[in-house]
């Protein structure tokens, strides 16, 4: 029997549209390497706001990426978008195994012709470590995927 990932409360993403998907994409990210989704080799390091952080150097999955983060800045200039789930499915069967809950909250203030306020680096770099942790802390009580598996990104 798959597990299932289904978690009371989500991982919350809070703030500019550009912050939120950027905070999306390194957590989406963070999942498909700590889970194995894709081969390590296919990930690389790269520094931001003063933390190492892991993003794929897969051509596909990085043009699928960019879709959806592009996709989730649209949504989110126009605060049209509560919460965005990534689900992990069997491929053969199409059962969910995992599915990662990321809870939106839309800075309704901020409008995409408006100028963007600033953050301090240390309230990102905060934010980015708890996102991160989230992730990492889940990861550690989970089971390995030992089926063909493919990710999704999902807007209920």
Same mark, same amino acid.
């Given at each position: 029997m798959?597990?299932? @990932?289904? +978690?009371?409360?989500?991982?919350?993403? +809070?703030g500019?549209?550009?912050?939120?998907?950027?905070?999306?994409?390194?957590?989406? !990210?963070?999942?498909?390497y700590? +889970?194995?989704?894709?081969?390590?080799?296919?990930?690389?390091?790269?520094?931001?706001?003063?933390?190492?952080?892991?993003?794929?150097?897969?051509?596909?999955?990085?043009?699928?990426? !960019? !879709?959806?983060v592009?996709? @989730?800045?649209?949504? @989110?200039?126009?605060?049209?978008?509560?919460?965005?789930?990534?689900?992990?499915? !069997?491929?053969?069967?199409?059962?969910?195994?995992?599915?990662?809950?990321?809870?939106?909250?839309?800075?309704?203030?901020?409008?995409?012709?408006?100028?963007?306020?600033?953050?301090?680096?240390?309230?990102?770099?905060?934010?980015?470590?708890?996102?991160?942790?989230?992730?990492?802390?889940?990861?550690?009580?989970?089971?390995?995927?030992?089926?063909?598996?493919?990710?999704?990104?999902?807007?209920?």
């Amino acid at each position: 029997m798959a597990l299932q @990932l289904s +978690r009371e409360q989500g991982i919350t993403l +809070r703030g500019s549209a550009e912050i939120v998907a950027e905070f999306f994409s390194f957590g989406i !990210n963070s999942i498909l390497y700590q +889970r194995g989704v894709y081969p390590s080799e296919t990930f690389t390091r790269v520094q931001k706001y003063g933390l190492t952080l892991l993003v794929t150097t897969d051509p596909e999955l990085m043009k699928y990426l !960019n !879709n959806v983060v592009e996709q @989730l800045k649209d949504w @989110l200039y126009k605060c049209s978008v509560q919460k965005l789930v990534v689900v992990i499915s !069997n491929i053969e069967s199409g059962e969910v195994l995992e599915r990662w809950q990321f809870d939106i909250e839309c800075d309704k203030t901020a409008k995409d012709d408006s100028t963007p306020r600033e953050k301090s680096q240390k309230a990102i770099q905060d934010e980015i470590r708890s996102v991160i942790r989230q992730i990492t802390a889940t990861v550690t009580f989970l089971p390995l995927l030992e089926v063909s598996f493919t990710p999704s990104v999902i807007r209920p």
